[in-house]
T-cell receptor, first 111, second 118 residues
């Protein structure tokens, strides 16, 4: 079953604009991770935020986590055409230490 | 490091045939995951190994699916007999559960095997 649900399902923006994707989940988590998938390729880990953290930055990426609302957001600033990909959130919940992925957001950055 | 290596990259087979997908995890990683990705169901966890032992296989869809990890550097996912609805991209991922003493579940994915059953 899918723990995380991303919103929106698809997002199209112009190069240079910021892109925001949201993820909601259902159960308590140990951490939440964001991954990127280019068409026809495997997933690549972007950033991990632990349950006791509220915000984390990595380059042009900013992730927030609100455990009271069971939600997270991924912000990509100053987007580039090369950012075009699908973005997935994944939750690590419970003692099993396995990742459950959401349905993904397809981001298209127009040059 | 070469990353997680999966083979074959593409597989086309006829319904009823046996299919074997292979995975070599990153050296030193002690957890290995098999996922299946389809448009309809997204990314589904099929089975998860820790230290070569299957921990959770509740995602394996049917008895036609089986997975093994005979050693720390090799795993297989077998489908016998295959059916058209098994067509999907199958991903293997590995992770090191601890990094510098901190529990960490960042997963490294292979490029996937695109399976088509006709």
């Amino acid at each position: 079953s899918q723990q995380g649900e991303e919103d929106p399902q698809a997002l199209s923006i112009q190069e240079g604009e910021n892109a925001t994707m949201n993820c909601s989940y259902k159960t308590s988590i140990n951490n939440l991770q964001w991954y990127r998938q280019n068409s026809g390729r495997g997933l690549v880990h972007l950033i991990l935020i632990r349950s006791n953290e509220r915000e984390k930055h990595s380059g042009r990426l900013r992730v927030t986590l609100d455990t009271s609302k069971k939600s997270s957001s991924l912000l990509i600033t100053a987007s580039r055409a090369a950012d075009t990909a699908s973005y997935f959130c994944a939750t690590d919940a419970g003692s099993a230490r396995q990742l459950t992925f959401g349905s993904g957001t397809q981001l298209t950055v127009l040059p | 490091d070469a990353g997680v290596i999966q083979s074959p990259r593409h597989e086309v087979t006829e319904m009823g045939q046996e299919v074997t997908l292979r995975c070599k995890p990153i050296s030193g990683h002690n957890s290995l995951f098999w996922y299946r990705q389809t448009m309809m169901r997204g990314l589904e966890l099929l089975i998860y190994f820790n230290n070569n032992v299957p921990i959770d296989d509740s995602g394996m869809p049917e008895d036609r699916f089986s997975a093994k990890m005979p050693n720390a550097s090799f795993s297989t996912l077998k489908i016998q007999p295959s059916e058209p609805r098994d067509s999907a991209v199958y991903f293997c991922a590995s992770s090191s559960q601890r990094t510098g003493g901190i529990l960490n579940t960042e997963a490294f994915f292979g490029q996937g095997t695109r399976l088509t059953v006709v």
